[in-house]
């Protein structure tokens, strides 16, 4: 089974042509700013948009006393919830939805060969996307097989903060590896994600040294990595890579924010401004004169 919490058609963004994105849930990083809160825990996750709920009361039935009803306003206490399938489809108003479930590959590909002829017509495909996709384990590796059987190209997203044993088993595997450069600095890595700069820097320049073909993606980041020197560094890392010949910018919106809003979480970067992509016109330029195509992304 794969954990799996959304499924998109008729993407044109994550890839050529129109793509099929599988969203899967789990990653190793907790960025603070990521667009996909919900992705982050590999288990399913209580959502709630209160601005939608009527108070039918029918997610106070089948537990007991996860979800309360106190001075007329839901109070949803997610961590006493060990289950919850027993909120699936629960209310009427989809006030209260569970993101996340498992699904067989079988129905993953049922989805999937909806969309067969809109690939054969753009040269599209599927992107895997999350989360951490990579991080799924061997059952991947299966849809993998099975979507290449059916002649499907495959993009995936990826942090590549994974150990490389990980990353190797699918270099020979993914048409397209859409990877994120976030920071070169290891403290800074640290502290707004979780993670390890220096484990993501080695694994690009394995990567590089496979031939696999990639796409290096920044998220730009107010207060993380938004300034001269911190771009310039990362594009320079990337421009010192052989097989590096593209280079995508991924400019901050705050798009997000509900999301947080209804998991019950604080989202930090809340009150930080969205970066308009003509800020990003000089980066972009310089990447060009490093010998990268640059696209700045919506």
């Not at 825990?41 to 009361?57: G, K, Q, T, V």
């Not at 040269?123 to 499907?152: A, F, M, N």
């Amino acid at each position: 089974m794969l954990n799996v919490f959304n499924i998109q058609r008729f993407s044109i963004h994550d890839g050529t042509g129109v793509r099929t994105n599988i969203f899967f849930k789990g990653c190793p990083l907790h960025c603070e700013w990521c667009n996909n809160p919900e992705s982050i825990d590999p288990l399913p996750s209580i959502m709630f948009d209160e601005r939608i709920c009527h108070r039918f009361a029918e997610c106070l039935k089948p537990g007991s006393g996860e979800i309360v009803l106190e001075k007329d306003k839901l109070v949803i206490n997610r961590d006493q919830i060990s289950d919850t399938t027993i909120y699936n489809n629960i209310c009427p108003s989809r006030a209260l939805i569970v993101s996340g479930e498992e699904r067989t590959i079988s129905q993953i590909l049922q989805e999937i060969e909806k969309d067969i002829p809109f690939y054969n017509m753009s040269g599209g495909g599927v992107t895997l996307t999350g989360g951490e996709p990579l991080s799924q384990g061997p059952e991947l590796i299966d849809l993998i097989i099975q979507l290449k059987k059916r002649g499907i190209h495959i993009s995936a997203e990826t942090s590549l903060h994974l150990p490389w044993e990980i990353i190797e088993n699918y270099v020979n595997l993914i048409d397209l590896f859409l990877a994120d450069l976030k920071h070169l600095d290891n403290d800074k890595f640290s502290k707004f994600t979780g993670g390890d700069a220096a484990l993501v820097m080695e694994n690009f320049k394995k990567l590089d040294e496979t031939g696999a073909k990639f796409i290096v993606r920044i998220p730009v980041i107010p207060g993380f990595n938004f300034s001269s020197d911190e771009l310039s560094a990362i594009i320079d890392f990337a421009a010192g890579l052989t097989n590096a010949t593209e280079i995508n910018f991924i400019p901050f919106h705050t798009l997000a924010k509900e999301k947080y809003l209804m998991l019950g979480k604080v989202y930090s970067f809340e009150n930080q401004r969205n970066i308009e992509k003509t800020e990003l016109t000089s980066f972009a330029e310089y990447a060009e004169q490093k010998g990268l195509i640059s696209k700045i992304l919506n």
